[in-house]
């Protein structure tokens, strides 16, 4: 550990609400869902991956092998995104920056994860937010000196209107390509899957 370390945070403690079952246990690959996400981050150049979990945790602790990512349970899980934020920004301790992963979207790869980080060590912002073809998305970077302000955040968006308040201390790392959609219902994971295999 180090205080130049940059930490991946893979927030996957959502309740599942609209797909109706853990989506972080559905088939993906040769793995689940959340098993290809943190893969893809922990080829990455990320220092260090940190994944947060809530509902049915240890049931997904126990769906795949982890490799040298850390995991911590998130036990406010169902007030928002915010609180998963804060319980993976206290597993990574002291380090450089931390870049947000969400732990239902697929489609992020590890060479989009690794641009966002080279643009971000030579520009040293604030902030860092990926562009999709005129659409923002994740990953999310932010530098040590943003977690005072993460650390007053509440509920689901939060982090966006950070993003959004201060424009001018946010680099924008462009990727020239579809955003990457999230799996909120079962159409999108069978559209995910349909890319995934072609």
């Known amino acids: ?44 150049t990320l220092d260090r991956v940190v994944v947060v979990l809530g509902r049915e945790a240890p ?32 597993e990574a301790g ?6 947000l992963i969400l732990g239902d979207q697929p489609g992020v790869k590890t060479a989009t994860i690794d641009r966002v980080i080279a643009e971000w060590r030579n520009a040293r912002m604030w902030a860092s937010a990926t562009q999709y073809r005129g659409n923002l998305g994740h990953p999310l970077l932010f530098d040590r000196e943003a977690f005072d302000d993460l650390r007053t955040l509440h509920g689901d968006k ?29 159409e999108d994971y069978e559209a995910a899957i349909a890319q995934f295999r072609g």
């Not at 940059?6 to 793995?31: C, H, M, N, W, Y």
């Open 1 to 44: 550990m180090s205080k130049d370390d940059l930490v991946g945070i893979v927030l996957a403690a959502g309740e599942s609400s609209r797909f109706g079952t853990a989506k972080q246990l559905l088939p993906f690959g040769d793995t689940t869902l959340l098993g290809h996400i943190v893969r893809n981050a922990n080829r990455s």
């Open 59 to 90: 049931k997904v602790r126990r769906s795949f092998e982890y490799g040298s990512a850390a995991v911590v349970d998130n036990l406010a899980y169902g007030e928002g995104c915010a609180s998963s934020l804060l319980a993976g920004l206290d």
């Open 94 to 99: 002291v380090c450089a920056g931390i870049v």
């Open 158 to 186: 939060a982090v966006w209107k950070l993003i959004e308040g201060y424009p001018d201390r946010v680099l924008r790392v462009y990727i020239d390509s579809e955003l990457p959609p999230d799996i909120d219902t079962p």
